[in-house]
């Protein structure tokens, strides 16, 4: 998943995103263009072209679509090996098109661009340089050898030789610019999208475990009274049996059975949240479950909880949501990988706003990359640039941008900065000036935000009973 610039026909890398259909509905409209154009400088503007020449060029087209329809099903999404060769195809035809009908002195011949504009859009890097190169080599051929476009009058249509060489290295600036340009938004987009589907199924997955988890806990509480029944019952029979006998011995099976099914269902509820109690919880029991994960890696993580100015020193009641926990997991996860020893998370709050920052004692983030952090797909670039200690992380920040993405739609902002000024690089074991994460959310909004509202009970209206 990280841009390396894969093989150039390496189909599997990029997928099959360019559909057949896609590519000749473009075609039929460059065919119906090119026609008009032809017939209107013909009939309106009275220059004579080389009709067959012409012909060849736009039957090609006509002929290619032709078959492509009657051989591929309509639905048929091209590699990019077949995307690459269709579109410079294209590219090589329009640049004959133009270079029978005057080459540069043609002004239709910025025309040749877009092809090239399709390819950087859908295609990889060394797919789009190849159609680039089928673009430049046309327009500096017919810089030369071309069929110069002649009126009814004899005259021959013709630029300046500055205009021409002028008119060359446009062509050719927009081909690499436009190119360049429309290949990096589309990496982009294509990134922001993966980036945004691996956070949904993270959001996914969380929930699900929710669910699940109070699914068992509801499970575990209706099976505990016949269980406790059952083995109520074994225990009665093993002091009434005779010690030795095969029904004692049975008995006894049943009575330990019991405690293994309790057992089992204790340790798979432990995740069982989805009680009303704990739909809302302490900041700190959050924080607690978000970092019980990672307390087994070998590091210390010290929780610690300070509020700020005229609030009050109770801990903060918060909802607990899926999202937060992921995200809170995600960012303790990062800082025990590239902590030296000890990770801290500081709570503090006070009436306009709560603050969680997650700071860890490593080398801190690398300079160029702190105001990317948060990007997904990040590349630390070479491998040299790559932590030793996490030889299976590619540095690509997808943890950081789901945690961030799922943190921003609760209301939060995140500022991501180092401990010490200026960066060394180097490790402080035992003392907080590595990474800095700090996620702080506005405590006066109304909509939004983590903080459970006192007008929602987490419990219903109790129910009296008596006669």
Partial sequence: ??????????????????????LTVLRWAAVAGQIVAIAVSQRFFGLQIELGLCAVAIGASIIANVVFHFVYPENKRLNEYEATLMLSFDTVQLGFLLAVTGGLNNPFAMLIVAPVTVGAMALSLGATLVIGLAAVVPVTIMAWVYVPLVTAAGDVLALPVIFQLGHWAAIVIAIGFVGVYTR????????????????????????????????????????????????????EMIGELEEGTDLREDAELIRDQVDRCRDILRSMGRMGKDDLYLRQALLSAVIEEAAEPHRDRGKEIVIRSRPREAAPAQDLMVLRRPELIHALRNLIQNAVDFAARTVWVETSWNDRILS????????????????????????????QGRDDRRPEYEGMGL?????????????????????????????????????????IWDRTRREGGIEASERTPALGENVHFGA
Wanted: avoid cysteine.
């Fill in 1 to 22: 998943m990280t841009d390396t610039t894969p093989s150039l026909f390496a189909a599997k890398q990029t997928g099959r995103r360019v559909r057949l259909r896609t």
């Fill in 184 to 235: 990096q938004v589309s990496a982009e987009i294509q990134s922001m999208a993966q980036g945004l589907l691996a956070t949904q199924m993270a959001l996914a997955r969380e929930q699900k475990l929710t669910d699940l988890g109070g699914v068992v806990a509801a499970a575990a509480h209706e099976l505990g009274t016949p269980l406790a029944t059952i083995k109520l019952v074994s225990s």
């Fill in 399 to 439: 943890g950081l941008f789901i945690a961030k993405t799922l943190l921003e739609r609760t209301g939060a902002e995140l500022s991501f900065v180092n401990g010490t000024t200026p960066y060394t690089g180097k490790s402080h074991p035992g003392e907080p000036l590595g990474a800095i994460v700090e996620v």
């Fill in 356 to 383: 969680v920052r997650v700071i860890d004692d490593g080398t801190g983030y690398p300079p160029h990359l702190l105001g990317r952090i948060g990007d997904p797909f990040l590349r630390r670039g070479s491998r």
